[in-house]
């Protein structure tokens, strides 16, 4: 602790003000007591809320008729808009106060306030570079109309790279593939893959075109040559056919992050995409880690029998699962760590495991969860929390965070 | 070692005030007329378990032919919920609701006159 601190020895509960900064102050706390500042750590899935900055996104949408009708809908709160939204109560009925408390948040300076806010927290968790998504828009692969997804994916990567990457080195990104429309997502690659900040692309998960169509070799061959992964962000939709039998959140949320993983994963490995793009790098996002855990052994169980299914499989499925990325959390904890080491075991944690925090969404996990692990020795720990991370999207390995004194936000 | 939180008579029934001790910081709530403090440190991930929302047990309504009648709040039962992940605990006692083998560490509160000391 710093000496020169002041501590106010008792103080009040305060609803009507809110800092990242302050909220974090235990996360600032573990970061002291773990000695973070000497060693790099990425997040490889965190988020901002892009709906707050809609009126300059949609500016950026390039078609005239669609940029007019995205900024009428933003012009009436409360009325139905362009984009709509997704049914679920994250936020637990107000109980994570962040999610309503945050527009409390004072922000000064010349930076975007999403800059200044991500800094903050980065800072006190003590993440050195944080690879941001969006929001609402982890649904817009549901969207009734293609164009729609075209013209939003487009005009938030621009305004992503033009506002956000371009200023700030420590914010990077995998921009958003408008996947409904194989030759928009090819051609998005094309267009942003030099950008500034730019390391890969993501693809959002809830949707209904498969990943083996052939539409979309070109853009996974354009990957593999251009070296940027690609990444499948977990989402639910509530309704999906299956998932419209669920009657709680806690139960979409469940069952709908891993769902669309399992089914894309699946299908990338019996179609023989690994072997058709072995130097593709793949990363699956914010499912946990159980459903590898599991999809694993199902697949390589049915593959000993029907390899007539999967010809082009040179070894079993999870062999090459195990060469993919992912990314940790939400991290399942099992009373018993043993149980947790062996899922590490099985998907090659060491070099293939990414820390994330999801921050500031309901369920994010701090770098404690990796940090604090009895069975990982340090090298693991700081390949986990960073390394990893550093090699894929080729970052300098050098720490750049500044994490607040103990005691300096309340 | 006595640590002085506040005075009684400003310390209103449904308040709470967050106090600094040499083990941590300490959460003493003024619920129903009587004094809890616990530790402001969260069992799941080091939350500040005492600075979130007060909030009524929720109960499913289960009617005598075991049919489900929708949910309610249970006023009987108040929880203290850690703002960063929800995890709720009972105000009267410290469990964690999710987990009921666990429990906050619980301190002594004790009244001097107006004044409202916690033992930590």
């Known amino acids: 602790m710093n000496a020169n601190t002041p501590i106010n020895n008792v103080r009040e509960v305060r609803f009507d003000e809110f800092s990242s900064s302050g909220s974090l102050s235990k996360a600032s706390e573990q970061a002291h007591k773990r000695n973070y500042k000497d060693f790099l750590i990425v997040d490889v899935d965190s988020h901002h809320y892009e709906s707050e900055s809609y009126g300059e996104i949609f500016k950026y949408i390039e078609n005239p008729v669609i940029r007019r009708q995205a900024l009428e809908s933003a012009s009436r709160g409360g009325r139905s808009s362009m984009l709509g939204g997704s049914v679920g ?3 637990i009925g107000g109980r994570i106060t962040r999610h309503w408390l945050r527009k409390h948040e004072k922000t000064e300076g010349p930076e975007h306030r999403d800059v200044t806010t991500t800094l903050r927290w980065m800072d006190a968790m003590g993440v050195d570079y944080a690879c941001l998504f969006p929001t609402p828009m982890l649904f817009l692969g549901t969207h009734p109309q293609v164009e729609i997804e075209v013209a939003m ?3 938030y990567n621009r305004w992503l790279c033009d506002t956000i990457l371009e200023h700030e080195p420590r914010i990077i990104s995998m921009l958003y593939l408008p996947f409904n429309d194989p030759d928009a997502t090819y051609q998005m690659v094309k267009d942003f893959g030099h950008r500034k900040g730019v390391k890969g692309f993501m693809v959002t998960a809830p949707r209904y ?12 061959r354009l990957l593999e040559e251009m070296g940027l992964p690609i990444s499948f962000h977990a989402a639910y939709n509530w309704n999906d056919q299956s998932l419209q039998l669920t009657n709680r959140f806690i139960g979409v949320h469940a069952l709908g992050f891993m769902w669309f993983n399992m089914v894309h994963m699946t299908n990338w490995v019996v179609n023989g995409l690994p072997e058709r793009f072995p130097k593709l790098k793949v990363m699956w996002i914010e499912s946990g880690l159980t459903w590898a855990y599991s999809l694993m052994q199902r ?9 007539s299914d999967c010809p082009a499989l040179k070894r ?5 699962m195990r060469e993919m990325y992912f990314s940790s959390q939400p991290m399942e904890m099992p009373d018993d760590p043993s149980i947790l080491e062996a899922t590490f075991k099985m998907i090659n944690a060491e070099t293939q495991l990414v820390w994330s925090s999801d921050y500031p969404h309901w369920d994010f996990d701090l770098p404690g969860v990796i940090y604090d692990l009895p069975f990982l020795n340090e090298q693991a720990k700081r390949n986990i929390l960073g390394g990893n991370a550093a090699k894929l999207f080729n970052l300098d390995p050098k720490p750049v965070k500044t994490i607040p004194p103990v005691g300096a936000f309340k | 070692m006595d640590i002085f939180v506040a005075k009684k008579s400003e310390f209103k029934n449904g308040d709470r005030r967050i106090v600094q001790s040499a083990r941590g910081e300490i959460g003493v709530f003024h619920h129903e007329g009587a004094f809890f403090a616990y530790a402001n440190t969260c069992l799941h991930s080091g939350g500040p378990a005492c600075e979130g929302l007060l909030m009524p047990k929720v109960v499913d309504i289960i009617a005598e032919d075991r049919t489900y009648q929708g949910q309610e709040f249970d006023e009987t039962e108040t929880h203290f919920v850690c703002p960063w992940h929800g995890w709720e605990y009972d105000i009267k006692t410290g469990q964690s609701i999710g987990d009921r083998r666990q429990f906050l560490r619980k301190y002594e509160v004790v009244e001097r006159g107006d004044d409202v000391f916690v033992i930590a």
């Open chain 1, 299 to 307: 697949l390589d169980h049915s593959y000993k029998m029907r390899t």
């Open chain 1, 209 to 220: 075109k498969p990943v083996h169509d052939n539409a979309y070799m070109k853009t996974y």
């Open chain 1, 153 to 155: 994916a487009r005009a």
């Open chain 1, 89 to 91: 109560y994250q936020d």
């Open chain 1, 316 to 320: 079993k499925p999870s062999e090459y």
